[in-house]
C-alpha cells in the first residue's frame, strides 16, 4: 500500500482509529481517506491528525450511493468497515440495518468498479455464521455480495474479498468497556447466560487480518482467524470479581455460542490462496 490511496468507511470508530495508526507506522501511503457520517466523531479524529496531510475527512453515508462515487475518485484500496452492528437495535429497526448493511454494500460494490478500485476488503463478523438475528442475515448477504462480485466486476479488475473475526476487545460497544462501566456505577455485571461464549481478538489483531488481504487477496475469498473465544462469566469475573452477577436472560437474536465458519463451509478447502496469515500464528 506503498504510494497508495486508501479510503475507509466508518473509519471513525475503534477500527478505523487503530487501521490509521497502525498504516502510517507501517505503509507509506500518499493519502488515507476516512468516510463516516458522524461529523462530531470525524472533527475529534481531525484535531488528533491535524498535523498529518495524509489524512483527509470525507463527511459521507454508504447509502448515498452518488457521495461514494465522489469520494471513491482516485481511490486504489477500499477497506468497507461501516456498519449498522447493535443486534437489539438492528431487530428493533429492520429497514435501517438492510439499508446500511445491504443497499451501503451494494453502493460499495458498484462505485468501486465504476472507479476502478484495485481492491475493496470488506469486514465481516462472526454473526453471518448461521444467522439467527437480522444484523447476522444482513452481514451474510453483504459477505455473499462481495464475493460474487469477482464475477462481474469485468475489465476493470476490481478484487473483492472479505474477513470474517468474532469480538474485537474493547471496541465501542463491546463486553469489556461496558462491564467496566458497569462496575463503576452500580458495582453490578448483568450476564446475559452463564455458559454464553463469544470469540475475540485484539484489535491489532484484526487490523493485521486487513493488512494481509490487502496484500494477498485473489479475489472472492473470506478469510477467517483462528481465535480464542471466552465465556462472557469468566470476563465478568475477571473484571469484577467483587461485584454482583444477576443472570438477566439472552437479549434477542443472541446466541448462546457463536461460530466463524458453518460445518458446510468448513469442508471446502481453498483453492485460492495458499499464502498463512501471520495472525493465525500469533492466536
Not at 448477504?141 to 474485537?168: I, L, P
Not at 452463564?194 to 489483531?205: L, S, V
Amino acid at each position: 500500500m506503498n504510494n497508495a490511496t486508501i479510503l475507509v468507511t466508518g473509519a471513525t470508530g475503534s477500527f478505523g482509529h487503530k487501521f490509521i495508526q497502525m498504516t502510517l507506522a507501517k505503509y507509506k501511503p500518499v493519502k488515507i481517506i476516512v468516510l463516516s457520517r458522524d461529523e462530531m466523531k470525524q472533527w475529534d479524529m481531525a484535531q488528533k491528525y491535524q498535523n498529518e496531510p495524509r489524512v483527509r475527512f470525507f463527511i459521507g453515508d454508504v447509502r448515498d450511493r452518488e457521495r461514494l462515487y465522489r469520494a471513491f475518485d482516485g481511490v486504489d484500496y477500499v477497506v468497507h468497515a461501516a456498519a449498522a452492528k447493535i443486534v437489539p437495535t438492528a431487530e428493533y429497526n429492520p429497514f435501517e440495518c438492510v439499508k446500511t448493511n445491504v443497499i451501503g454494500a451494494m453502493n460499495i460494490i458498484d462505485a468501486a468498479i465504476d472507479k476502478k478500485v484495485k481492491r475493496v476488503v470488506a469486514l465481516s463478523t462472526d454473526k453471518a455464521s448461521s444467522p439467527i438475528n437480522l444484523y447476522g442475515a444482513t452481514k451474510l448477504t453483504s459477505d455473499k455480495m462481495f464475493v460474487a462480485s469477482n464475477s462481474y466486476s469485468g475489465e476493470h479488475g476490481t478484487k473483492f474479498s472479505v474477513v470474517r473475526y468474532g469480538n474485537v476487545m474493547g471496541s465501542n460497544g463491546s463486553v469489556i468497556p461496558f462491564f467496566r462501566k458497569m462496575k463503576e456505577q452500580k458495582k453490578e455485571l448483568p450476564i446475559t447466560h452463564p455458559e454464553m461464549t463469544r470469540f475475540n481478538i485484539p484489535i491489532e489483531g484484526g487490523v493485521d487480518m486487513i493488512f494481509h488481504a490487502l496484500e494477498h487477496a485473489m479475489g472472492g475469498e473470506i478469510f477467517i482467524p483462528k481465535i480464542p473465544s471466552y465465556r462472557i462469566l469468566d470476563v465478568a469475573e475477571a473484571i469484577g470479581p467483587d461485584c454482583s452477577k444477576p443472570i438477566v436472560g439472552v437479549r434477542p437474536g443472541e446466541k448462546i455460542h457463536e461460530e466463524m465458519i458453518t460445518t458446510a463451509d468448513s469442508l471446502q478447502e481453498s483453492r485460492r490462496s495458499k499464502t498463512s496469515s501471520p495472525i493465525l500464528s500469533k492466536l
